[in-house]
């Protein structure tokens, strides 16, 4: 596992955001997690957070350093993984006190919905960061979050690393608060934080670095490729790469990203996710067909992506 990183990380591989596998009594499963970064690494993804997808809102504290022992032992050694803390100011505090003592370079400070303020959210942060030593990626999911005004000021401070950037918006052009953070930051400091669709203008049109992805634990190959086609402006060839994260990202947003994730995966056949963590349920039996179809097309479309050489 990487133990220092520079900015130039967020655009050398797709940020994946892997669910957790666990075992049947909610334990974390060495092997079933070593598989799927297994496959993430092999086909060209060095990037592994552990966020929502991971369900990490509802991880026990007293276990977070355990887990983070399993995830950064069975990670490469040329491979960034990246904790997510938070979301509320308890958590915070108790996984900046267990990430202290730890070599993870850059942690991710989970959105908070309610109770909040943005003055509030601002002192948080800023705790975090003087509790642990460790910079942040800002998890941003809804509209002034934090102002660009105030996360100009955290980076000026050394606390941000970068940004997560999710406010879904009908017509992503145009996007004021977005614009308002790449002048407080710099887009070379902003993914993309919701997938291969969004990640189309994002990353063309505003030139952001890179994107985060759960479809991508399926297909990193094509994931990959699709990053790059993306970077290099090569618009018809990044349409092309984007159709088959389509079927099952539809699905994600139809139900339950996080869900219809955590049950894609194991469908795939690249690692058995076993349970989800309370408080997530299953989704339901009707919506599992439809999944499992998605989910296995996706992965046969990655291994004829990787029998074909890359341009």
């Known amino acids: 596992m990487l133990t220092k990183v520079t900015n130039s990380a967020l655009a050398e591989s797709v940020l994946s955001v892997p669910p957790l596998a666990l075992t049947k009594d909610l334990q974390i499963s060495r092997s079933e997690n070593s598989k799927l970064i297994k496959h993430l690494e092999t086909g060209g993804v060095t990037t592994l957070l552990y966020g929502g997808n991971a369900n990490v809102h509802n991880w026990q504290v007293s276990l977070f350093d355990e887990w983070l022992d399993v995830l950064e032992e069975e990670a490469a050694e040329n491979s960034w993984v990246i904790p997510s803390v938070g979301p509320d100011w308890g958590k915070l ?22 109770p909040q303020t943005q003055d509030g959210v601002v002192r948080a942060l800023q705790e975090f960061v003087s509790r642990s030593g460790l ?43 977005l614009e308002g953070l790449i002048q407080a930051v710099g887009r070379e400091r902003i993914v993309s934080g919701f997938g291969e669709p969004p990640a189309f203008p994002h990353v063309l049109d505003y030139k ?10 399926i297909a990193p190959t094509l994931s990959m490729r699709y990053l ?78 990787r029998l074909v050489p890359a341009q």
């Open 93 to 114: 505090v108790d996984m900046a006190a267990v990430l202290k003592n730890r070599k993870f370079p850059v942690a991710m400070a989970l959105p908070m919905i309610n």
């Open 135 to 177: 910079p942040l990626i800002v998890y941003i999911k809804t509209d002034n979050y934090v102002t660009p005004e105030a996360m100009a000021r955290l980076y000026e401070q050394g606390a941000i690393f970068g940004i997560k950037y999710a406010v879904p918006r009908k017509d992503p052009m145009g996007d004021a608060y």
């Open 228 to 305: 790059k086609a993306l970077k290099a402006g090569r618009r018809d060839e990044a349409k092309a790469l984007l159709q088959p994260f389509l079927p099952l990202e539809a699905l994600r947003e139809r139900s339950s990203a996080i869900r219809v994730l955590h049950e894609a995966v194991t469908y795939s056949g690249i690692a058995d996710m076993g349970p989800i963590l309370p408080m997530l349920s299953p989704p339901a039996a009707s919506e599992l067909p439809d999944i499992k179809a998605a989910a296995q097309e996706l992965y046969k479309a990655e291994m004829e992506t």
């Open 208 to 217: 952001l670095a890179g994107f985060t992805a759960g479809c991508v634990c």
